[in-house]
């Protein structure tokens, strides 16, 4: 809603409220994506549509109406024109950024020419909300009758007021991901440089001893390190103790998009260059453009992608998908995985001058279980961020959870220990101590004992209980935090998208929970 908010306040918005109204004697309006108006309370000036909103109840049927008409298409964006609510016509744009559909901008109030029999219809029906028939015929009277030219004269600057405001929302995500990832360096809570980064370890004090060897290098950086080590919390750490801090900070997950989707979101497209190109399209490297890019799991990058990526590091220039101009950046490479690429050179599936290029420099992250002093203060600081986020007061921790903690193998690591603590958070809000019950299956298969033979095992069918509950708890907040996007809900799990996939259908979990 934020968000909205910028945009109908917006420069470019005000001025085109000001030209359809001035133009057409029409309304501008916007829809979510979830078909609800936004900006239902501003002042409506088409003379027919201000008495329809004048009456509360004529009003909200209006609004529902036209809800109505946008739930039908299902979510699905596209530019539609039609009648709606009393011989009125609309006009709808769909607001389309870095491939999500945010909403529609709306253009209401379009009256074409009627009849009379169909004019007195109106009318009566209009009579019902309390108006007199005398002052709807004034409205009709004075209200600007249009031709059928109308609706391309309107949509040619609708779709070029959308596309200022698919720039400006573009700018308002830039800036929420630099204070998203500032706010990560700053408000951690730890002293130091690096507030992001948690441990005093040996192992850890060699990476920050690193991280200050670096700070001033522009060279491109390789994170390699085990799935949940916190690869993207070294390149955000990187990047703002750069000389590029102030600009962009860009993530982007190699693993996430088909080739051709993910050539789009790194150069950008062209209009019609692919079927669903509707609109041309800035890639990230152009977003990035002075700042820094962070590739995560660059390891999956076809071969193909490969060699696009490549002429980009060589040159500092690249094509958007199905464009033919050449367009340069400047942009600073931070690349990471969890795959060994000098064995996958030697397999023929990375490019070796690849590699040579991203590999300037390397920080090679210690998974969980080579730092377990560092295990403590990591479970306290997402005991804390959870407590504060959940208003939950301090809690006891039972001793023998600290022991167990220190002692599990931690295959997930550091992401694997922050959604223990959620669920252990979850799991003892009732109870005024955290105890080893309320951790989840892989702890009960390690440190508890299985039920006894003699026949005695409600002990055991209660804790599997418990476990499945949480197990399932947990599955269903990554889900419902991801939006239902479940490859990035399978790598805030750390499991393979595979298990998460099997653990929906165990718990016949749907989108509609939500």
């Given at each position: 809603?934020?968000?909205?908010?910028?945009?109908?306040?917006?420069?470019?918005?005000?001025?085109?409220?000001?030209?359809?109204?001035?133009?057409?004697?029409?309304?501008?309006?916007?829809?979510?994506?979830?078909?609800?108006?936004?900006?239902?309370?501003?002042?409506?000036?088409?003379?027919?549509?201000?008495?329809?909103?004048?009456?509360?109840?004529?009003?909200?049927?209006?609004?529902?109406y036209?809800?109505?008409?946008?739930?039908?298409?299902?979510?699905?964006?596209?530019?539609?024109?039609?009648?709606?609510?009393?011989?009125?016509?609309f006009?709808?744009?769909?607001?389309?950024?870095?491939?999500?559909?945010?909403?529609?901008?709306?253009?209401s109030?379009?009256?074409?020419?009627?009849?009379?029999?169909?004019?007195?219809?109106?009318i009566?029906?209009?009579?019902?909300?309390?108006?007199?028939?005398?002052?709807?015929m004034?409205?009709?009277?004075?209200?600007?009758?249009?031709?059928?030219?109308?609706?391309?004269?309107?949509?040619?600057?609708?779709?070029?007021?959308?596309?200022?405001?698919?720039?400006?929302?573009?700018?308002?995500?830039?800036?929420?991901?630099?204070?998203?990832?500032?706010?990560?360096?700053?408000?951690?809570?730890?002293?130091?440089?690096?507030?992001?980064?948690?441990?005093?370890?040996?192992?850890?004090?060699?990476?920050?001893?690193?991280?200050?060897?670096?700070?001033?290098?522009?060279?491109?950086?390789?994170?390699l390190?085990?799935?949940?080590?916190?690869?993207?919390?070294?390149?955000?750490?990187?990047?703002?103790?750069?000389?590029?801090?102030?600009?962009?900070?860009?993530?982007q997950?190699?693993?996430?998009?088909?080739?051709?989707?993910?050539?789009?979101?790194?150069?950008?497209?062209?209009?019609?260059?692919?079927?669903?190109?509707?609109?041309?399209?800035?890639?990230?490297?152009?977003?990035?453009?002075?700042?820094?890019?962070?590739?995560?799991?660059?390891?999956?990058?076809?071969?193909?992608?490969?060699?696009?990526?490549?002429?980009?590091?060589?040159?500092?220039?690249?094509?958007?998908?199905?464009?033919?101009?050449?367009?340069?950046?400047?942009?600073?490479?931070?690349?990471?995985?969890?795959?060994?690429?000098?064995?996958?050179?030697?397999?023929?599936?990375?490019?070796?001058?690849?590699?040579?290029?991203?590999n300037?420099?390397?920080?090679?992250?210690?998974?969980?279980?080579?730092?377990?002093?560092?295990?403590?203060?990591?479970?306290?600081?997402?005991l804390?961020?959870?407590?504060?986020?959940?208003?939950?007061g301090?809690?006891?921790?039972?001793?023998?959870?600290?022991?167990?903690?220190?002692?599990?193998?931690?295959?997930?690591?550091?992401?694997?220990?922050?959604?223990?603590?959620?669920?252990?958070?979850?799991?003892?809000?009732?109870?005024?101590?955290?105890?080893?019950?309320?951790?989840?299956l892989?702890?009960?298969?390690?440190?508890?004992?299985?039920?006894?033979?003699?026949?005695?095992?409600?002990?055991?069918?209660?804790l599997?209980?418990?476990?499945?509950?949480?197990?399932?708890?947990?599955?269903?907040?990554?889900?419902?935090?991801?939006?239902?996007?479940?490859?990035?809900?399978?790598?805030?799990?750390?499991?393979?998208?595979?298990?998460?996939?099997?653990?929906?259908?165990?718990?016949?979990?749907?989108?509609?929970?939500?």
């Amino acid at each position: 809603m934020e968000k909205w908010n910028k945009v109908i306040n917006s420069r470019v918005v005000h001025m085109f409220r000001n030209m359809a109204f001035d133009l057409w004697g029409l309304d501008i309006h916007f829809y979510s994506k979830s078909n609800d108006c936004i900006n239902s309370a501003f002042h409506i000036r088409n003379t027919l549509c201000s008495l329809i909103h004048s009456n509360r109840e004529s009003a909200v049927e209006c609004i529902s109406y036209q809800s109505r008409i946008f739930k039908d298409l299902n979510g699905t964006p596209k530019t539609l024109a039609c009648c709606f609510y009393e011989n009125l016509k609309f006009i709808a744009v769909p607001i389309i950024v870095r491939g999500n559909h945010l909403g529609s901008m709306v253009c209401s109030g379009i009256q074409l020419p009627i009849t009379d029999d169909q004019r007195e219809r109106s009318i009566s029906r209009i009579t019902r909300y309390g108006f007199s028939a005398t002052q709807i015929m004034e409205r009709y009277k004075k209200a600007r009758i249009s031709d059928s030219s109308i609706e391309e004269d309107v949509l040619r600057p609708m779709k070029e007021v959308a596309k200022d405001i698919t720039s400006f929302c573009e700018k308002l995500i830039d800036q929420e991901d630099i204070t998203r990832n500032q706010s990560l360096i700053t408000n951690n809570g730890s002293s130091g440089k690096y507030k992001s980064i948690i441990g005093t370890s040996k192992p850890m004090k060699k990476i920050l001893n690193k991280l200050d060897l670096i700070e001033d290098s522009e060279s491109p950086v390789l994170v390699l390190g085990e799935t949940g080590t916190g690869k993207e919390l070294i390149a955000i750490a990187i990047h703002y103790n750069s000389i590029r801090k102030d600009k962009a900070f860009v993530i982007q997950n190699c693993s996430a998009f088909s080739d051709t989707i993910l050539s789009s979101e790194l150069f950008g497209h062209e209009k019609g260059s692919f079927t669903g190109a509707v609109n041309e399209k800035k890639g990230i490297f152009e977003i990035a453009d002075g700042g820094t890019l962070f590739l995560d799991e660059i390891g999956d990058l076809s071969y193909d992608v490969q060699g696009k990526l490549l002429r980009v590091l060589e040159n500092g220039t690249f094509f958007r998908v199905g464009g033919t101009l050449e367009r340069g950046v400047d942009v600073r490479i931070i690349t990471a995985t969890n795959k060994d690429l000098s064995a996958m050179v030697e397999a023929g599936t990375f490019r070796r001058d690849l590699l040579f290029r991203i590999n300037t420099l390397q920080i090679n992250l210690p998974p969980l279980r080579e730092r377990r002093d560092d295990i403590e203060s990591l479970f306290l600081s997402f005991l804390t961020h959870y407590r504060r986020k959940k208003n939950i007061g301090e809690k006891k921790l039972n001793p023998d959870l600290t022991k167990i903690l220190k002692e599990h193998d931690w295959k997930g690591n550091i992401r694997e220990l922050k959604n223990v603590v959620e669920s252990l958070v979850a799991m003892s809000s009732k109870s005024e101590t955290i105890e080893p019950e309320h951790l989840p299956l892989p702890f009960r298969e390690v440190n508890y004992k299985e039920p006894s033979s003699n026949g005695h095992n409600d002990e055991g069918k209660k804790l599997q209980e418990v476990v499945r509950a949480t197990d399932e708890e947990m599955v269903r907040s990554a889900l419902e935090k991801k939006k239902w996007n479940k490859t990035r809900a399978a790598r805030e799990l750390g499991i393979s998208r595979a298990s998460l996939d099997r653990r929906i259908e165990k718990y016949n979990l749907s989108k509609k929970m939500t």
